[in-house]
């Protein structure tokens, strides 16, 4: 399709969402909507999820090289005879967010050094003003001028605390874990508080709808924002442990400051759901999306909210219930589709949030809504990601990074493991209410 017929079709669509377009949710969404739950046994989908995270781990430790002076962690194993080319779904490199989810996994199987290693290959790389690469590679630093997400501190508290050794975050770790952060603070906080992306790509999803709205650095994401709080209290977490009370008592009340602005600039009373805010005009970006539930992971929703954007989006399967789990974008909105890549004019092919079925999402989510005791519903969700990623790797002998979100087809990027090496541990998780990422 031509670029300028892609362009007028992405901007009609734009403005079609921005219209008063009535809720697609009705007052049956307004008390707890009555979900079928599966009863089969996923015993023998479990073993195969299993064994393939087993051999996935096996391949995508590296071990250090070039610019690269620790192991590192990449995305996917590539298989035989397979491009090598992240365009063709093959990622090589090591990516910030991928790095984290991986970590947490490897952290399970006492291979936590291994998520440490991957932390200070970033911050080996931190410029004095706290610049950091969000994607790596012993040859070459990839993205540029994108900012590493904010999953450092995070990731360095989760390793230690998993270790129960915080030796190793000495003043000077420390010191460049919060520069991180601060080059969030100086030169990506907007006048009203908020934190904007310099990009949709910088965001990790890719061609996210939200984002896309919006001109370069002025789109704060719902995502962002909640990251930046955890992050916040990743560094008070580390500074309590290093006995720095200062340290801990500043990053603590950044983060609940920071919180009570999602909460109070983010909310729509109307809709009942967080969007993100254009920050040029100080709109919201009535976009719903994977990202809109956030902050149920991150539990700065109130009981009441979470209450109403569960019931209200979250279930309804106009919108988010879906039978292969929750889409990365809602099923009724004008954008959506289950494409193998996205396109962003002006740049290049990229993987499609604007659909398909990811793992990380629906992780996230079935955490966040555990939280808030949609028990049943998060085990649901764990099940659907088992089964869906069983079924591929039967089929097709790898899983992928994200799948048809109508008919569970696999799309893109085969022998991927990233946050797919959770599905592993998904259901035992929402079963037993536990949550690795819990900082506390």
């Not at 008390?31 to 996935?56: A, G, M, W």
């Not at 909640?226 to 916040?232: A, I």
């Not at 659909?355 to 969700?381: D, K, R, S, T």
Request: with cysteine; proline share 6%.
């Amino acid at each position: 399709m031509p670029v300028k017929k892609t362009i007028f079709l992405f901007c009609f669509a734009a403005l079609l969402l921005n219209l008063s377009l009535p809720l697609s949710a009705s007052a049956e969404y307004s008390r707890r909507s009555p979900i079928k739950f599966q009863k089969t046994s996923l015993k023998n989908d479990e073993k195969t999820v299993h064994d393939y995270v087993e051999r996935i781990l096996k391949q995508i430790v590296r071990p250090a090289s070039g610019l690269l002076p620790y192991p590192y962690i990449i995305p996917s194993a590539p298989g035989q005879n397979a491009p090598t080319s992240r365009l063709k779904g093959t990622y090589l490199q090591m990516y910030d967010w991928d790095t984290f989810f991986v970590g947490l996994r490897l952290s399970m199987d006492k291979k936590t050094y291994l998520w440490k290693d991957a932390i200070l290959d970033f911050l080996a790389q931190t410029a004095p003003d706290g610049y950091t690469p969000r994607t790596l590679a012993p040859y070459r630093f990839w993205d540029y001028p994108d900012q590493c997400k904010p999953f450092l501190a995070q990731g360095a508290y989760l390793a230690s605390k998993a270790m129960r050794n915080f030796s190793w975050i000495t003043p000077q770790i420390f010191r460049k874990l919060a520069l991180t952060v601060q080059y969030w603070e100086n030169y990506r906080k907007g006048a009203d508080g908020l934190y904007v992306w310099r990009r949709s790509v910088e965001s990790g999803v890719d061609n996210s709808a939200a984002d896309l709205m919006t001109p370069d650095n002025t789109a704060a994401g719902v995502d962002l924002n909640c990251y930046l709080v955890r992050e916040f209290k990743a560094l008070s977490l580390i500074a309590l442990k290093l006995g720095m009370k200062k340290n801990a008592a500043k990053y603590l009340r950044k983060s609940a400051r920071l919180a009570e602005l999602i909460n109070a600039e983010m909310w729509s009373k109307k809709d009942k759901i967080y969007y993100s805010i254009n920050s040029l005009t100080g709109r919201q970006i009535k976009i719903k999306d994977w990202t809109c539930f956030l902050p149920l992971w991150v539990g700065i929703a109130s009981k009441k909210r979470a209450e109403e954007m569960i019931q209200r989006h979250l279930l309804n399967p106009k919108e988010f219930w879906g039978k292969y789990g929750i889409p990365s974008l809602a099923f009724n909105n004008p954008l959506y589709n289950n494409a193998k890549l996205g396109f962003i004019p002006g740049y290049h092919t990229v993987s499609n949030w604007q659909g398909p079925v990811w793992i990380l999402p629906n992780y996230l989510i079935m955490l966040g809504i555990e939280h808030y005791g949609y028990h049943q519903e998060a085990v649901e969700i764990a099940r659907k990601m088992v089964r869906l990623v069983a079924v591929d790797i039967q089929k097709n002998g790898s899983a992928h990074e994200n799948y048809n979100s109508r008919t569970g087809k696999p799309l893109n990027a085969p022998n991927f493991g990233s946050w797919d090496l959770l599905t592993d541990v998904m259901l035992r998780e929402a079963q037993n209410n536990s949550n690795p990422t819990e900082l506390k």
